[in-house]
């Protein structure tokens, strides 16, 4: 069965209409968060790094290195109508050009392709990292200066660089962030766009101090592109006809909405709550509230090292502020986590009246937490939430528990997906030690590698969740060149 993840929907309806926006329009400032100084008692002190697979299955070493370069060249060099989601399209002046794509939903992501920069930063695939930044420095950065979004990436583009959006996603930028952290210490600062500390310290002034500008839409991505108008029925994808034929069955409306072209000013500013010191769901101000699985306080932390000067104690406070988050917005009894809540975690609802769900975003959160754990090793009430997270899906039933679900853990689907099962087993960093930490952790090592329309999502969470668990996804901090 097809997923049609729902951030195309979400963000273009939100952003269009602030339909989404639902609730106080502005919460009031948390109390403030615990503050947890100093480096902590994880893998940036020690230099060590946990092998789950080795500490709790035993395995050989070398066993799931070979297991993650078998998947990388799958991924990325396997067959391209089954297998792979990275594609070359030619050269520019500044080399090879790749992307990768979300198969089912037929476009390019920035998720994707930082996600991808850092499957290849951490296994030291230089030519794929350098083509995914070529593309997206090329197709996706806002550059006309009339689109209030300038200085972001496009968050979708169709495979051509046409674009789909013309707006950002945090957690794109914030992974493009990391990722060139990572290569500038792995491989060294280049020139142009291959200064990998420059670029990322571009990002992350943007994120924090991106200027409130306003625009009428439509907007383009370059100066000189067309405008960009959102077709009224949704792109051709295996995803969007899937859901049409569920519409069709069910009796209800497809597509599920309709643009709102009346002309209406756009306001975008920072992709950072000052108040809160949280990420926000998206950078446009009409849209409020955040996305628990954009909250990544692991790499806060080594912004807080090696950002810029001026914003390292504002990351330093946002890694406490979404430890904090992450307690109170997670269900006190699953530790499951919506896929939108305000800043202080209280309900958003969604366009249909309901409290917003644990969704596909939502498989991230699990992992998010527990890789702090595991880097940082500074907040124990993580070990209590992983273990609410791996109990309730393991008495759900480790091979068949549903990828949607209400907080309290009502089933939304009937698909059990492999994403959402690696990322959990990445909760095993966290979680105390026993039947169900093992459990999820001998079911990743079994998984097959997913292929097929659904191998995107699937795929990327896979390898990176094989990376972290084998202890292969590591703080690289420049001891590797």
């Known amino acids: 069965m097809a997923i049609n993840r729902p951030r195309a929907t979400i963000l273009t309806a939100a952003i269009a209409a602030g339909l989404l926006a639902i609730g106080p329009a502005f919460a009031q400032p948390p109390a403030p968060a615990t503050?947890?100084?100093?480096?902590g008692q994880g893998a940036f002190k020690t230099h060590r790094y946990r092998d789950l697979f080795a500490e709790q299955l035993g395995t050989k070493p070398g066993a799931a290195r070979a297991k993650m370069e078998a998947a990388f060249q799958q991924f990325f060099h396997?067959?391209?109508?089954?297998?792979?989601?990275?594609?070359?399209?030619?050269?520019?002046?500044?080399?090879?050009?790749?992307?990768?794509?979300?198969?089912?939903?037929?476009?390019?992501?920035?998720?994707?392709?930082?996600?991808?920069?850092?499957?290849?930063?951490?296994?030291?695939?230089?030519?794929?990292?350098?083509?995914?930044?070529?593309?997206?420095?090329?197709?996706?950065?806002?550059?006309?200066p009339k689109n209030p979004s300038?200085?972001?990436?496009?968050?979708?583009?169709?495979?051509?660089?046409?674009?789909?959006?013309?707006?950002?996603?945090?957690?794109?930028?914030?992974?493009y962030a990391m990722a060139l952290l990572f290569a500038a210490r792995r491989w060294g600062n280049g020139k142009g766009i291959y200064d990998y500390q420059a670029e990322a310290d571009r990002i992350l002034r943007g994120m924090r101090h991106h200027p409130l500008l306003t625009g009428t839409p439509p907007f383009r991505i370059h100066p000189g592109d067309a405008p960009f108008v959102e077709p009224d029925v949704p792109w051709p994808s295996l995803n969007n006809r899937a859901a049409a034929a569920e519409a069709a069955k069910a009796g209800t409306p497809w597509p599920p909405y309709h643009p709102d072209r009346r002309p209406r000013p756009v306001t975008?500013?920072?992709?950072?709550?000052?108040?809160?010191?949280?990420?926000?769901?998206?950078?446009?101000?009409?849209?409020?509230?955040?996305?628990?699985?954009?909250?990544?306080?692991?790499?806060?932390?080594?912004?807080?090292?090696?950002?810029?000067?001026?914003?390292?104690?504002f990351w330093a406070r946002a890694a406490d502020a979404?430890?904090?988050?992450?307690?109170?917005?997670?269900?006190p009894k699953t530790g499951l986590a919506p896929d939108r809540s305000h800043f202080d975690g209280s309900t958003m609802l969604t366009r249909d009246g309901k409290p917003d769900p644990f969704g596909y975003d939502?498989?991230?959160?699990?992992?998010?937490?527990?890789?702090?754990?595991?880097?940082?090793?500074?907040?124990?009430?993580?070990?209590?939430?992983?273990?609410r997270v791996q109990g309730f899906l393991?008495?759900?039933?480790?091979?068949?528990?549903?990828?949607?679900?209400?907080?309290?853990?009502?089933?939304?689907?009937?698909?059990?997906?492999?994403?959402?099962?690696?990322?959990?087993?990445?909760?095993?960093f966290a979680a105390t030690p026993g039947a169900n930490s093992k459990a999820f952790l001998r079911a990743l090592w079994d998984m097959p590698l997913p292929t097929g329309e659904q191998r995107y999502f699937d795929g990327m969470l896979y390898l990176m969740s094989m990376l972290h668990c084998s202890g292969e996804f590591r703080i690289i901090d420049g001891r590797e060149r």
Not at 35 to 39: A, L, V
């Open 362 to 387: 939502s498989w991230r959160t699990v992992s998010n937490w527990s890789v702090d754990y595991a880097w940082w090793g500074k907040d124990l009430r993580q070990r209590v939430l992983s273990d």
């Open 35 to 39: 503050h947890f100084p100093g480096d």
């Open 268 to 313: 975008v500013g920072p992709m950072v709550d000052e108040a809160h010191t949280m990420v926000r769901f998206v950078a446009e101000t009409n849209v409020e509230g955040t996305d628990a699985s954009y909250h990544l306080p692991a790499f806060y932390e080594l912004w807080a090292r090696w950002g810029p000067v001026e914003d390292r104690a």
């Open 150 to 175: 300038v200085g972001y990436f496009a968050w979708s583009m169709a495979t051509d660089g046409s674009p789909r959006s013309t707006g950002a996603a945090p957690d794109g930028e914030e992974y």
């Open 78 to 144: 396997g067959d391209g109508q089954e297998q792979r989601v990275y594609f070359e399209t030619g050269a520019n002046a500044n080399g090879p050009l790749a992307y990768i794509t979300d198969w089912a939903n037929n476009d390019a992501r920035t998720e994707g392709m930082s996600y991808g920069m850092m499957i290849a930063v951490q296994l030291g695939h230089k030519r794929e990292f350098d083509a995914l930044w070529n593309w997206s420095k090329t197709h996706m950065l806002v550059t006309d």
């Open 394 to 428: 393991s008495a759900q039933g480790i091979d068949r528990f549903a990828d949607r679900y209400t907080l309290d853990g009502e089933p939304l689907s009937t698909r059990h997906s492999p994403g959402m099962l690696a990322a959990a087993a990445v909760g095993g």
């Open 322 to 331: 979404s430890r904090a988050f992450f307690v109170t917005v997670t269900d």
